[in-house]
Structures are given as C-alpha cells and as structure tokens.
C-alpha cells in the first residue's frame, strides 16, 4: 500500500508498472474512468481482477470505443462493467482517473495506451488522502449515474437507434433554448 504521494513520468517512466501493480492488488473494487484504454496488457489486468471477484466499473469517452485498437471488446462480457460518457454538446469524456479499493487513487495526463508509456510526456499521480480519494469517488458515482451500458451486443449507445441520442442540441444551451422555446409556444 502506498505511504505518501508518488508522481510518475513517461516516456518509459514505468507508469504501466505501477498501475499493472495496483490492478493485481486490488482485492474489493476498480472504479476507473479513463479516456483512451489500447493496453492490451492492462486490459488483460482488468479482466484478471474482475475474475477474481473485484468489482470494476470503467467509464469511458465513447468516442474512443470506436478506435480500432480500443480495449473494450477485451473487456466486454468479463466481469467488468463499461459505460460509455460524451461530453456536453461536443464535449469528451477526457477524464484520467482510478480509485482502488477506496484507499488509493490515480490521476493524471496518462491514458492507458501503449503510445502513453512509451512515447509521450506525461504524468501520473498516486495518491491515498482521504479527502481527495472521496473527491473522486463522489465525481466518479455522478459520471457512472449519467452513462450509458456498453450494449452486449457491441453496438455503442451512439450507434442505437433513439430519439435525439447524440444530437448537438440536447447540450445545456440546447435544452434551455428548447425549453425557451417550448414556454413561449405554450403562452400564445
């Protein structure tokens, strides 16, 4: 179990390692919500934990589960739960960030990708303070409330029929001006 603080950097940084290391021991729960997830090595990880009985949850940018290397089909159907987030109007789920058993905590600019460890500048922040473990936790249950289920039958949520689902103007601005809208018709 981590004692303090620990900040990683890549390239080669060995930020894998270390989350490869907090995946095998994790023994409770996985809440992960990341935005680009190609290691097929943590990936594997991911699947291994919840085999053994550890609760994974993992919200991801819908738009990168259409990338042709993307981890979800790895991950669909093993014991782990994907759902899928976008951003307001155009917006991304860009978050980096996972919480093991609830006592300890990752964040940074590092994606789970080969291309993270081996060739970008990044970062990667461990942690165990509870205040900032409960920060996260809380916006992680807010994020898993508003996604959606990645469909068993490998169709994205964007890719399933339903009214409206995706379009630009069911953003904030675009429901206030529906609303708006609406209000005035039902006043004349």
Do not use: C
């Not at 179990?1 to 095998?24: C, D, N, T």
């Not at 991801?60 to 976008?86: C, F, H, M, W, Y």
């Not at 940074?108 to 990708?113: E, P, V």
């Not at 205040?131 to 964007?158: R, V």
């Amino acid at each position: 179990m981590l004692q303090a603080s620990e900040v990683y950097f890549s390239p080669r940084g060995h930020i894998q390692e270390q989350i490869l290391k907090r995946i095998h021991r994790s023994s409770s729960t996985l809440d992960l919500a990341m935005y680009s997830l190609t290691s097929h090595e943590i990936a594997e990880a991911l699947v291994d934990a919840g085999r053994r009985g550890v609760k994974v949850r993992i919200i991801r940018d819908i738009s990168q589960t259409k990338e042709k290397s993307d981890a979800d089909p790895l991950l669909q159907g093993q014991n782990v739960e994907v759902r899928l987030l976008k951003g307001l109007g155009r917006g991304i789920m860009h978050d980096k960030f996972a919480v093991f058993d609830g006592r300890e905590g990752f964040t940074g600019s590092y994606n789970w990708t080969e291309n993270a460890e081996l060739d970008n500048y990044e970062n990667a922040f461990f942690f165990t303070d509870p205040q900032i473990l409960a920060a996260y936790e809380k916006q992680f249950t807010h994020l898993w409330d508003i996604a959606q289920p990645l469909a068993m039958s490998g169709q994205t949520p964007s890719a399933i029929p339903g009214l409206f689902r995706d379009h630009p103007a069911l953003s904030a601005f675009g429901l206030f001006v529906i609303l708006l809208a609406l209000a005035a018709a039902l006043s004349t």
